[in-house]
Nanobody, 126 residues
Framework: QVQLVESGGGLVQAGGSLRLSCAASGRTFSSYAMGWFRQVPGKEREFVAAISRSGGNTYYADSVKGRFTISRDNAKDTVYLQMNSLKPEDTAVYYC???????????????????WGQGTQVTVSS
């Protein structure tokens, strides 16, 4: 098993930046593909970005491509989401997730992931 704890959320003005972190503990972090998702009340959790176990492959939702960057540091058991040029529509609770399924390289579906963090709120004001 792996435990995930997100941090770095907060309130920022439109056009600003935030960096989210997700610290993992438990089994070997490098054995998990990682992803970021977000959710607003009344809507389904949606994919944001994913990264492979080595960090060599990444994938982004069209809505964040060119603005967000996912990265990981396997020595620190941490995955990051750098968010630039934030927009009010980026407001959501952001969750990191881990996949132990070896067939998943960069998962874009919630069902690709086995473990989830508790989420961190990101609010972008206009």
């Amino acid at each position: 098993q792996v435990q995930l704890v997100e941090s770095g959320g907060g309130l920022v003005q439109a056009g600003g930046s935030l960096r989210l972190s997700c610290a993992a503990s438990g089994r070997t972090f490098s054995s998990y593909a990682m992803g970021w998702f977000r959710q607003v009340p009344g809507k389904e959790r949606e994919f944001v970005a994913a990264i492979s176990r080595s960090g060599g492959n990444t994938y982004y939702a069209d809505s964040v491509k060119g603005r967000f960057t996912i990265s990981r540091d396997n020595a620190k058991d941490t995955v990051y989401l750098q968010m630039n040029s934030l927009k009010p529509e980026d407001t959501a609770v952001y969750y990191c997730a881990a996949s132990g399924d070896r067939s998943v390289r960069v998962g874009v579906r919630t069902r690709d992931y086995d473990y989830w963090g508790q989420g961190t709120q990101v609010t972008v004001s206009s």
